[in-house]
């Protein structure tokens, strides 16, 4: 459970609790047993890559940080 990882995966990702393995099978049987949230988990994911965490949306964001630094 990573700040970044809940910033990019935002609503599309299902979070267990640290070094907690009840806590990741909860979460992998709440997948198993709703395809509806899966699904939209899936949609929301695309739509992530889609809108702001595609490569031609990092590019300009890391090259402009690399300039900066050099």
Request: a negative charge; charged letters at 25%.
């Given at each position: 459970?990573?700040?970044?990882?809940?910033?990019?995966?935002?609503?599309?990702?299902l979070?267990?609790?640290?070094?907690?393995?009840?806590?990741?099978?909860?979460?992998?049987?709440?997948?198993?047993?709703?395809p509806?949230a899966?699904?939209?988990m899936?949609?929301?994911?695309k739509?992530?890559?889609?809108?702001?965490?595609?490569?031609?949306h990092a590019?300009?964001?890391?090259?402009?940080?690399?300039?900066?630094?050099?």
């Amino acid at each position: 459970d990573l700040r970044e990882t809940r910033v990019s995966a935002g609503e599309a990702g299902l979070y267990a609790e640290a070094n907690d393995e009840r806590s990741l099978a909860r979460c992998i049987a709440t997948l198993l047993d709703d395809p509806v949230a899966r699904n939209r988990m899936g949609e929301t994911g695309k739509a992530r890559i889609a809108t702001a965490l595609g490569w031609e949306h990092a590019a300009p964001v890391l090259l402009a940080a690399y300039r900066s630094l050099f």
